[in-house]
């Protein structure tokens, strides 16, 4: 064992210095690799960003260099105060992304203005105020003087004075201002748009690559017209800002954006790395820029770095272990066969002896073990399987016995119910056919009973007469022949809507001559659909039925309503209305919701069949809450 445990330990050293080594070179190369793919990332990322940002703002600003030139020879031709003033309030009003326009003229273009006439026009939020701005001297304002001079449109970048008066953002204002001229060559005037910066950098801020990346834009100069420290704005230069001797790469990157190039590069702003991605703004003396800092970016792989070092601890661990495993391998599967086999003469046969490739006695006596294994757990599985199949046509068996009883028990209560509800009407008809059949022997009929009681015993006789039909017709109707004959009725029919109620509310009232029935109806009596009378009418007369026999009798009504696809049949009623548990069982047939109450529990379900025979449907409307409201809709066309 000694020698043994000698050997182990010289192939472990072995091994792990021909891994390690190995190991830690992979892992650093990845490292490495890493690194220079994440870098690449952020500037394509960051450029790609840059370029959206870029392409937003070129809209905006081509915009207001079409609006100045589409409306520049417009105030030429029309230079009165009037006039004047209702174009920068349309330039306004039109570009409400701007914060407003000016047109300014020179000393006696205007009569009434002999010391120069300035229009503006500011956007606010909920409008566009304009006004003569009387007082203000502008001709050497920079958005005034500069395209006087240079005679020709341009962008210039000023701070508003009067503008911080009255808001509290910044009021660096980028100005696209063009010169007017006469007919006759002579400069009279400008005609300017104006854009808040801090909107700008507010519509760049929306679109960043990493959560503390910013944009920064310079002018031609390398001042500062755009920056999230507002301080800076207009005051300082991004050379004033730069320490020579610290900070060259910053001071390298003012020349490059302010010479007009486009590129990326890293600089350290603020003491912080930072990657910048810069462009020149089309159309303009400015260059945008977008700042990154390398906490940002590199962010997910400094968490990398804590990933590698725990990776190469595991790793050296598994090596390790790797290394013991492989020494020891030889000896593993007896350790295995031991304890298995202890189990499964504990009874524990659920064990797992896996099959080896091994040739040697080892090998060979784990395999037949395994095959002795598989051979003994494949009969228990068998024996396991027959059972289970036992049990489960038993609990088939019960739960069909328990179908079969109940199935009879439903049979016999129909019977019962069939028995009762044909029972009633048939002694009516044979007690008034015996009275009718045994009149005396001195005195006629009619003499014995009257006319008039003869009419009332013959209308009883009529009455339950129908109602038998009705039964086994309800009867018929629920079987599979009924059922054929219902699907192939003809569904072409012209039938009057109005005229079908009138008959479905005849035969309500002629068997309940005491209970009133309010009716309604939006259609025209011509008016016509394709549908069956037959069913059509006998739906409506059991939902008639139904509400004179399960409500209050007090407010039964039927209405007729349609729209465009369906004509609408609603009878309602007051009364206890159907229990909210009853209500998935009204629709089944042979199911009543009392055992005690009349009927044979087809009236709905058939009802139903029909509307959806005739193309509809039949709804229980559970909104309605005082009593009970049904909706038999069939379609117009």
């Not at 009279?188 to 910013?214: D, F, K, T």
């Not at 189990?343 to 080892?362: E, F, M, P, Y």
């Not at 395994?370 to 003994?376: H, K, N, R």
């Amino acid at each position: 064992m000694n020698i043994r445990r000698s050997f182990s330990a010289k192939v472990i050293m072995w091994v792990l210095l021909l891994a390690v080594p190995v190991f830690l070179a992979s892992v650093g190369v990845l490292f490495w690799q890493s690194h220079k793919l994440i870098r690449a990332e952020a500037v394509d990322k960051a450029s790609n960003v840059l370029a959206c940002a870029m392409h937003r703002i070129n809209r905006y600003l081509i915009t207001t260099k079409t609006a100045s030139h589409t409306n520049a020879w417009i105030v030429e031709q029309s230079l009165y105060p009037d006039s004047i003033q209702a174009i920068t309030n349309r330039i306004a009003t039109t570009n409400p992304y701007t914060d407003g326009c000016a047109i300014s003229t020179e000393p006696g273009v205007i009569p009434q203005y002999p010391d120069g006439f300035m229009s503006v026009s500011f956007n606010t939020k909920d409008s566009v105020n304009t006004f003569i701005e009387p007082d203000h001297s502008y001709f050497q304002e920079r958005w005034y003087s500069i395209p006087r001079t240079q005679r020709k449109p341009t962008w210039v970048v000023f701070n508003d004075k009067n503008r911080e008066q009255e808001t509290d953002e910044d009021a660096t204002i980028a100005a696209y201002t063009h010169p007017l001229f006469n007919k006759k060559g002579k400069f009279v005037g400008v005609i300017s748009i104006w854009l808040s910066l801090q909107h700008i950098s507010n519509i760049m801020a929306e679109v960043r690559p990493y959560p503390h990346s910013y944009y920064v834009m310079i002018d031609e100069k390398g001042r500062y017209v755009g920056h999230p420290d507002s301080t800076r704005l207009f005051n300082q230069t991004i050379f004033s800002v730069a320490d020579p001797q610290h900070q060259a790469d910053l001071i390298a990157l003012g020349y490059e954006m302010t010479k007009g190039n486009k590129g990326s590069m890293s600089v350290k702003i603020n003491g912080k790395k930072s990657l910048v991605c810069y462009m020149p703004v089309e159309g303009t003396p400015w260059s945008l820029a977008i700042v990154c800092p390398h906490s940002d970016i590199l962010r997910g792989f400094y968490r990398l770095t804590y990933i590698v070092v725990a990776l190469l601890i595991v790793g050296l661990l598994l090596i390790f272990i790797n290394c013991h495993k492989a020494v020891t391998v030889s000896l593993s599967p007896l350790q295995q066969l031991l304890e298995k086999t202890k189990a499964v003469s504990n009874g524990h046969l659920d064990v797992d002896i896996a099959h080896t490739k091994r040739t040697d006695v080892i090998g060979g006596l784990q395999n037949s073990f395994a095959t002795m294994l598989e051979s003994l757990n494949y009969y228990i599985n068998s024996v396991r399987t027959a059972t289970d199949q036992t049990k489960r046509y038993n609990r088939e068996l019960e739960h069909t016995t328990q179908l079969a009883v109940e199935a009879q028990h439903q049979k016999t209560v129909f019977i019962q119910n069939v028995t009762h509800q044909i029972r009633t009407p048939l002694n009516i008809i044979m007690g008034f056919a015996q009275i009718l059949n045994c009149p005396t022997d001195d005195t006629s009929l009619s003499e014995e009973l009257g006319q008039d009681e003869i009419k009332s015993i013959a209308s009883t006789m009529t009455h339950n007469s129908r109602l038998l039909i009705r039964m086994v017709m309800m009867l018929f109707d629920s079987s599979e022949n009924g059922k054929a004959e219902t699907a192939n009725c003809d569904k072409r029919e012209m039938v009057a809507c109005n005229d079908v109620c009138q008959v479905a509310l005849k035969f309500t009232t002629k068997n309940h001559p005491d209970i009133p029935v309010e009716y309604k109806t939006e259609l025209a009596d011509d008016f016509c659909i394709h549908t069956n009378f037959r069913y059509l009418e006998y739906s409506l007369e059991e939902l008639l039925s139904n509400a004179v026999r399960y409500s209050d009798q007090q407010h039964i009504s039927l209405h007729v309503t349609r729209n465009e696809e369906f004509v609408r049949f609603v009878v309602q009623d007051t009364g206890n209305g159907i229990a909210e548990a009853d209500r998935d069982n009204i629709f089944k047939f042979f199911t009543k919701v009392d055992d005690f109450s009349e009927g044979l529990g087809l009236g709905l379900p058939l009802t139903k069949r029909h509307a959806e025979t005739l193309g509809g449907n039949l709804i229980l409307d559970t909104t309605y809450h005082e009593g009970s409201r049904f909706i038999f809709e069939i379609p117009v066309a």
